[in-house]
């Protein structure tokens, strides 16, 4: 009989969905709109002031975890018990709750006592602000050197860090910066708020 995920310890969780790193499937950018239409169904679309597809799954070509990251970003009047409410009444689960130095909910779908489904989601739930997941997803756009160069940094970490996410992600974190860096250099503001 298998148990609920909520009842399993970290590193249980870890070793039922390792590290897994994919070739792009051309269907992320439609699991994403998919999701995205449901959650504007969901979510009073006035709440929110920009949805976006982040993470490796939103550049073409790059290999990636088979996860698809959603941003939505709301205004700082919105009340986030009632989009916490609706969201896990529609089947996404609160997986970690921040609220300094800035505010940040984090829900997942696709994780089942058996494993990974086929389609697996991180939803991001933040204030409207500059943020720099955006500015590096742009960048890996653009620059597909960049993107061989963060595949084989990602290939080395898997085996390293297959049943720590933690770890997988903090190993990227330098890497991340340093380009971050540089498109923000190179895009200048495009995602600060008009306010």
């Not at 148990?3 to 969780?13: A, C, G, I, V, Y």
């Not at 991180?122 to 620059?143: K, T």
């Not at 770890?167 to 600060?192: D, L, M, P, S």
């Amino acid at each position: 009989m298998s148990r609920n995920l909520s009842e399993m310890s970290l590193q249980e969780l870890w070793k039922l969905f390792p590290i897994v790193l994919k070739n792009h499937n051309p269907d992320y950018k439609l699991w994403y709109e998919e999701e995205k239409n449901k959650i504007e169904n969901l979510i009073d679309k006035n709440l929110i002031v920009r949805i976006s597809h982040m993470g490796s799954t939103a550049v073409n070509g790059l290999i990636a975890k088979p996860t698809i990251d959603i941003l939505v970003e709301i205004s700082e009047e919105t009340d986030i018990g009632i989009i916490t409410s609706k969201l896990k009444d529609f089947g996404w689960m609160l997986m970690f709750e921040e609220n300094e130095p800035e505010f940040w909910l984090i829900f997942n779908k696709g994780y089942t006592p058996l494993g990974y489904a086929e389609k697996v989601y991180h939803l991001h739930i933040r204030f409207h602000r500059d943020w720099s997941e955006l500015y590096f997803r742009d960048y890996l756009q653009l620059h597909d050197e960049v993107c061989r160069e963060y595949e084989n940094l990602k290939f080395g970490l898997q085996s390293k860090f297959e049943h720590n996410r933690d770890g997988y992600t903090k190993a990227k974190t330098e890497f991340i910066n340093k380009w971050t860096i540089k498109a923000r250099e190179e895009f200048g503001q495009r995602y600060k708020p008009d306010n």
